[in-house]
């Protein structure tokens, strides 16, 4: 069994409304040193895979496929086998 | 004409779509349900606007891998009329029938009102029964509907007058080159965010949308029959 995290975030051409708002806030709270705040998801899978390389090619997939946009969004993932 | 309202779970202006084609056009029209995979005995699709599965993951994203949407993309490529409203749109651009994808509008609110939009290109089997230029008063309802494509995308969208539809006055999302609706490059399937089944009659506040339907009656009158 193998465990993914995917992280998804939009691209850096982007822009991110929530991110510029969430950055407001900090400047707001006295945080006068946040240059820049951009928000992206994090997903966990858990993956019955026989090999790594197998699981590394499904979760490279399904991220393209369904986790992200690849119009707007860029992912990553890290992968660590579970027992 | 026969029309097909694909319904997914969460999907809210089904049956304001059916309403409006059985009101302003009098054709027969039919829910569909996401888990149906044949619509050859349809001449034209509407994708209604809701929340499919609860806009998990991304607006659309979801929905886009349900089976009735083989059948709409099978639709589409047979030149069938395919319109999406508000999260059919985002539903169409998840799918890859249209270019680009729709985001968190830049204000972060949600936006209800009624907006002036500006007709575009009144050459699609979706316009034609509209005049260029024309301003018509049509409502929106979203949080997402901020249309966002790449300058490549967006200059082959201008060269192919995929644009049908941009916002007049304030943009009330942030679109990219204030569009509010477009088309694919065969122009048989149409995009918008806003509801032009909301729009049919006076007592709505305006009647404006209604030309929209009238608009697929007539080029489906004018193009099929010689088949």
């Not at chain 2, 985002?90 to 009102?113: I, T, W, Y």
Request: aromatic share 10%; hydrophobic share 40%; net charge negative.
């Amino acid at each position: 069994m193998f465990k993914a995290t995917i992280y998804v975030t939009l691209k850096d051409s982007v822009l991110d409304p929530q991110g510029v708002a969430v950055k407001g806030s900090l400047h707001t709270l006295g945080f006068e040193g946040v240059r820049d705040v951009r928000i992206g998801k994090r997903v966990e899978v858990l993956l019955e895979c026989e090999s790594r390389a197998e699981a590394e090619k499904q979760i490279k997939e399904l991220s393209e496929k369904v986790l992200s946009n690849p119009v707007i969004e860029n992912f990553t993932f890290e992968l660590e086998e579970v027992a | 004409m026969r029309f097909a309202v694909p319904i997914f779970p969460g999907s809210n202006c089904d049956y304001d779509c059916i309403h409006a084609v059985e009101d302003i056009l009098g054709e027969p029209v039919a829910p569909v349900w996401h888990h149906d995979t044949d619509l050859s005995s349809f001449d034209a699709v509407i994708l209604p606007g809701g929340f499919s599965y609860g806009d998990y993951l991304r607006c659309g994203a979801i929905a886009r891998f349900s089976p009735v949407m083989a059948a709409v993309k099978e639709a589409a490529a047979a030149g069938k009329l395919v319109i999406g409203i508000c999260n059919g749109f985002q539903v169409l651009c998840e799918s890859g029938l249209l270019p680009g994808a729709l985001m968190r509008n830049n204000h972060l609110k949600f936006r209800c009102d009624i907006q002036p939009i500006r007709i575009e290109n009144n050459q699609t089997p979706f316009t034609c029964a509209y005049e260029n230029g024309q301003v018509i008063r049509i409502p929106i309802a979203h949080g997402e509907g901020n249309y966002y494509c790449d300058e490549a995308t967006l200059a082959e969208l201008k060269a192919n007058n995929q644009i049908v539809f941009r916002y007049a006055g304030e943009n009330p999302n942030g679109s990219v080159d204030d569009i509010a609706g477009i088309c694919n490059k065969a122009g048989n399937v149409l995009g918008m965010m806003p509801h032009p089944e909301r729009a049919i009659f006076d007592w709505m506040g305006s009647d404006d949308g209604k030309y929209l339907f009238k608009s697929m009656l007539q080029y489906w009158k004018e193009n099929s029959r010689a088949v």
